[in-house]
Structures are given as structure tokens and as C-alpha cells.
């Protein structure tokens, strides 16, 4: 009898002292991940993976290692984390969209897409899945499933920006100019700093064959963002319409001091000399 309540102690005692470096093991991981030091949570996170492979609590840790190693750039291993995590928990949101985003940044849009439609099935409203699936649809040219999505943002937020934007980007697609450009004087109205906005108003406006104000919104484009080389370009390519080599070269030589290459700018500038 003494013999057995020695063993069950040693017993008792040993998993108090699995449990206790399990539990120090994450902690420690934890902290290391919000004092940036990752390669050593990436570390800690698997050696409690490894000590305690049936936990409940591993598809916090594997979706936790999953953010680490995308913060160190492991885009695979990253993904390969999630995915464990979701064998554990396959209803997680927030894992799925995680694992989406790499998805979308590998230029995997199917598997991207997939994951995408498992968040709006268990959320229908989610802003991220919504507003990512919307663009993996223009990518298809499935501009019809890309509208639904869109409205269906924009009727929940009637101000939603990228929605709007995204419209906008369709009615383009489409030939719906005037729609499109519609659209782009509302946001342009809404938020005068943002010189994307003058830049896709200039290319509908390119698209309508409006050289003049084009040119107009993308000199108040380069105001407020003078370091965009795309601007000079887009202004030298309008001068090389309009036969104003001279402005042409001087745009496309601007966009080369900004960063643009010369090697990719050659054929314009033989076309301007």
C-alpha cells in the first residue's frame, strides 16, 4: 500500500510538472511574440506543441505559431500552421482568414476563394471575406458575383470606401463609364487627399477620350503625391496622344528620377525624341 501512494505521488507530482512546463512554455512563447522576438515563440510554440501534441488548447498554439511565422515571411509554414489549426477547429474565422490572406498574397485565389466562402457560409456579413471574394470574382471576370458582393457591403455601410471603389472599378470593366466616373466624383468629393482616386478618374476619363481632364486630375494627383512615378507616366503617355513630345519626355524622365526603369520606359522615350 505504502509502495502504491509513493507511485501515485511521483505520478501526481510528474504531471504537475508536465502541466506547469506546458503552460510556462506558451506563456514565454506569448511573450516573445509581443516583444518581436519570433524566432524564438516560433521555437517555444512548437516545443509545447511537441510536449503536449493531443491539448486542447493547440489550435490557439498553432494559429498563434501561424502569425509568427508569417511575420517572419514563411508564408508555406505559415499556411501549413493554420491548417493545423483548422483540423482542430474548422469553424474559426479568424484562422480562415488568415490563412486566406496568404492564400491571396501566394496568388492562390482558388484556395483563397474557398476559404473565403467558408467565413461568409458562418458570417455572412464579414466585411474582409466579402470585400477579398468580391475581387477573386473581377480576377474571373465573374463581375456579377463581384457587384452582389459589393451591394451586399454597401448595404450594410452605404460609405464603405473599397466597395465603392470596387463598383467603380466594375462599371470601368464593363463600359458603364459615365457610371463609373459617377462613382469616382462622389469619392473624390468625400476625400480630396487621395490621389489614387484621381489617378482612376483619370483613366476613365482616358477611357472616354477626355485627354484634358485627365491630364487635369492627374497633375493634382502628383500635388498631392509627388513621388508617384505612375502619374508621370500615365501624363507622359496623354502627351504622346495629344503630340506634345517635348512635355511627353519631360514626364517620362521624371517618372525615371522617381524609380521608374529606363529599360522599361526605352520604347516611349525613342517614341518621344
Not at 98 to 123: F, H, Q, S, T
Not at 126 to 134: G, H, I, M, T, V
Not at 150 to 168: E, M, T
Amino acid at each position: 500500500m505504502r509502495r502504491l501512494i509513493i507511485i501515485a505521488c511521483v505520478c501526481l507530482c510528474s504531471f504537475g510538472l508536465y502541466a506547469q512546463n506546458y503552460n510556462e512554455l506558451v506563456e514565454e512563447a506569448m511573450a516573445c511574440a509581443q516583444k518581436d522576438s519570433l524566432v524564438r515563440a516560433e521555437q517555444l510554440f512548437r516545443e509545447a506543441l511537441k510536449l503536449d501534441p493531443k491539448n486542447a488548447r493547440n489550435a490557439l498554439l498553432f494559429s498563434n505559431l501561424g502569425t509568427v511565422l508569417k511575420r517572419q515571411g514563411k508564408a508555406d509554414e505559415a499556411i501549413e500552421a493554420y491548417t493545423m489549426a483548422l483540423n482542430i477547429t474548422p469553424y474559426a474565422t479568424a484562422i480562415l482568414l488568415n490563412r486566406a490572406a496568404l492564400y491571396l498574397d501566394k496568388g492562390l485565389l482558388e484556395k483563397a476563394y474557398i476559404d473565403y466562402c467558408n467565413v461568409i457560409d458562418l458570417i455572412p456579413e464579414e466585411k474582409e471575406a466579402r470585400l477579398f471574394r468580391a475581387y477573386i470574382y473581377m480576377q474571373r471576370h465573374q463581375y456579377k458575383e463581384a457587384r452582389i458582393d459589393y451591394n451586399v457591403l454597401l448595404g450594410k455601410d452605404a460609405k464603405n470606401k473599397p466597395a465603392r471603389i470596387g463598383l467603380a472599378m466594375l462599371d470601368q470593366k464593363e463600359g458603364k463609364f459615365i457610371a463609373a466616373r459617377d462613382r469616382l466624383n462622389l469619392l473624390v468629393e468625400e476625400y480630396p487627399q487621395d490621389a489614387s482616386l484621381l489617378k482612376m478618374r483619370a483613366n476613365v476619363e482616358l477611357e472616354q477620350e477626355f485627354t484634358d481632364m485627365a491630364l487635369l486630375d492627374l497633375e493634382a494627383a502628383a500635388k498631392l503625391d509627388p513621388n508617384d512615378a505612375d502619374v508621370y507616366v500615365m501624363m507622359g503617355d496623354i502627351y504622346v496622344r495629344q503630340k506634345k513630345k517635348h512635355q511627353a519626355r519631360q514626364a517620362y524622365e521624371q517618372a525615371i528620377k522617381l524609380g521608374i526603369s529606363a529599360l522599361q520606359l526605352e520604347e516611349k522615350l525613342k517614341e518621344v525624341r
